[in-house]
């Protein structure tokens, strides 16, 4: 889909059929091409081809751990089931996210909001809440993709009538729009649409310019600063395939130190939204190929995390807290290279 292209002139199912078509030819960015193949399903009213890609992604998962974030699949699943009928099936798959306790902060705030959109506001805060438990850390500045599960969380609260709480307070100091977090999700702006007012309308119309302004700064944030992680298995592969960058990666434990290291430094002189990439060597080996240069190049090295950062590959560093270290150690991130 070009960006250029107006949203009521795109075909999505054409656009869906292309995405899948890519998704075979780079299996390695399958996931996040089929998701998007499914979010074009859902938006041509195609509900049940995209609930077929999502199982399709969901089979690929049994059979191979390749997927990288399945608890998302299955919450963006169950909501598209939820929206032609299949409820029972819905709601059996959001407790198995919520018993799973994801540790993505995306999946908790799309199973939540199935919930709210169905008129389920006391499992929806239920819900909200839960994640926000297990992902936000008390007395921390909560991470950029936790924000959502606190705003939903207020808005959940004041359409129950609830008095704020801590996290309310705390939703209300990230929210940097003009217009208060209370006042976008005050109950009442539903009745204000009704109204005869034109003070009432011109009321709306600055909440939706705000509402709106939020969505497209979180859109328009930029690509993670990302440090490129080579598995151990990958890097050596790498390293016998090409020697020449021997000088790069003296040994893997000095390749996990220098990464670690760099992320803080990075971060105590105040550089935002960093993040961590894994490599793989074909992968490389196609993206020095696209760029009619030798693998043996080291400055391909930062261009070629850069450009898997820009395809949403990257994950958000320091991990959540409780959350496996990105070394792929297995150990979480505190016991492993987030120790002191």
């Known amino acids: 889909m070009r960006p250029d292209t107006p949203a009521e002139n795109v075909d999505h199912a054409a656009e869906a059929a292309r995405l899948e078509r890519t998704a075979g030819l780079y299996p390695e960015d399958a996931e996040a091409l089929l998701l998007r193949a499914a979010a074009h399903l859902e938006v041509s009213g195609d509900r049940p081809a995209a609930t077929r890609l999502y199982d399709r992604l969901l089979s690929s998962a049994a059979d191979s751990p390749a997927l990288e974030n399945p608890s998302l699949v299955r919450a963006l ?5 939820w929206e032609y009928d299949h409820e029972a099936e819905a709601r059996a798959i959001i407790d198995g996210v919520r018993a799973a306790a994801p540790r993505d902060p995306a999946a908790w705030v799309i199973v939540a909001e199935a919930l709210e ?7 929806a805060h239920v819900t909200f809440t839960e994640g926000a438990r ?3 850390a008390d007395g921390a500045e909560p991470p950029y993709p936790t924000h959502p599960l606190l705003y939903g969380r207020h808005r959940v609260r004041r359409m129950l009538g609830l008095d704020h709480d801590e996290w309310d307070a705390l939703a209300d100091t990230l929210h940097s729009m003009p217009v208060s977090l209370d006042e976008l999700h005050d109950p009442k702006r539903v009745w204000s649409l009704g109204s005869d007012n034109p003070a009432d309308l011109e009321a709306e119309i600055s909440r939706l310019r705000a509402e709106l302004g939020a969505y497209r700064e979180a859109l328009s944030r930029p690509f993670p600063v990302a440090m490129l992680h080579w598995p151990a298995g990958e890097l050596a592969e ?6 020449a960058l021997a000088a790069e990666y003296p040994s893997y434990e000095d390749h996990l130190a220098t990464i670690e290291a760099a992320l803080r430094e990075l971060a105590s002189s105040g550089t935002p939204n960093l993040g961590v990439v894994p490599g793989t060597v074909p992968s490389y080996e196609a993206f020095a190929a696209s760029e009619s240069a030798s693998p043996t190049d080291p400055t391909l090295l930062p261009q070629y995390a850069t450009t898997l950062a820009a395809r949403g590959l990257a994950v958000t560093w320091p991990p959540q807290r409780g959350a496996a270290c990105w070394c792929g150690s ?5 016991e492993c290279h987030g120790a002191e």
């Open 238 to 243: 790498l390293l016998e395939a090409y020697p």
């Open 117 to 123: 959109s169905h008129d389920e506001l006391e499992a």
């Open 134 to 136: 297990l992902l936000v």
């Open 330 to 334: 297995g150990r979480t991130y505190g």
């Open 77 to 81: 699943k169950a909501s598209n089931l």
